[in-house]
């Protein structure tokens, strides 16, 4: 069973979008549920070097950035993680090449899994209207007022997106993400 797991999504890569500031468990938790199902998973952000992770208020560990958002190309990558975090999340939505990021992924229907307050970036790039998802029940109403049906549940399943609220749900969010990802791989293969 273990073997068969690895290989769920085997052949996939996900960009994890983050700067500074990022929910550490947030980031790491699902990136080794992903790594763990096979996919390659690469570390995109603003700037280069190392990003520092914060556990609530507290800085955590720092990681490596594996590529520069600016040489970060969407159709090269199978779908995109958004971790949470205040800061991280601030930071990123008033990014120009986030958002042109982001939008270019949700519309070639890749799937994106969204947690905390990860979903601010969804916002300004204009993808939340009409939508349905979860966040850190303190941005609620900026994605209420942005048009989306905020909903205070573990996660959310929308089409393409899976979202989620906070570190605690981290083990249902993981589990929705890999399942989400599989279907877009199986979909993906069966179309090739």
């Not at 990003?51 to 958002?69: I, R």
Request: charged share 30%.
């Amino acid at each position: 069973m273990a073997n068969k797991h690895k290989k769920k999504l085997a052949g996939m890569r996900v960009a994890i979008l983050a700067t500074n500031g990022f929910e550490q468990a947030e980031l790491e938790e699902p990136r080794k549920a992903l790594r763990a199902a096979g996919a390659q998973t690469v570390l995109v952000s603003p700037k280069s070097g190392t990003l520092q992770g914060m556990k609530h208020d507290e800085k955590a560990s720092e990681f490596a950035v594996d590529m520069k958002l600016q040489d970060a190309k969407p159709e090269e990558f199978d779908g995109v993680l958004l971790p949470g975090g205040a800061l991280n999340a601030d930071h990123l939505r008033v990014e120009e090449e986030a958002k042109r990021f982001v939008q270019a992924i949700d519309q070639a229907q890749k799937p994106i899994a969204v947690i905390c307050h990860g979903p601010w970036l969804l916002v300004s790039a204009g993808l939340a209207k009409g939508r349905e998802l979860t966040s850190y029940h303190t941005i609620q109403d900026d994605i209420r007022n942005a048009g989306c049906n905020w909903k205070d549940e573990e996660t959310v399943r929308d089409r393409n997106w899976i979202s989620s609220r906070s570190p605690e749900d981290i083990p249902a969010f993981n589990k929705a993400m890999i399942e989400l990802f599989e279907e877009s791989q199986t979909a993906r293969t069966a179309e090739s």
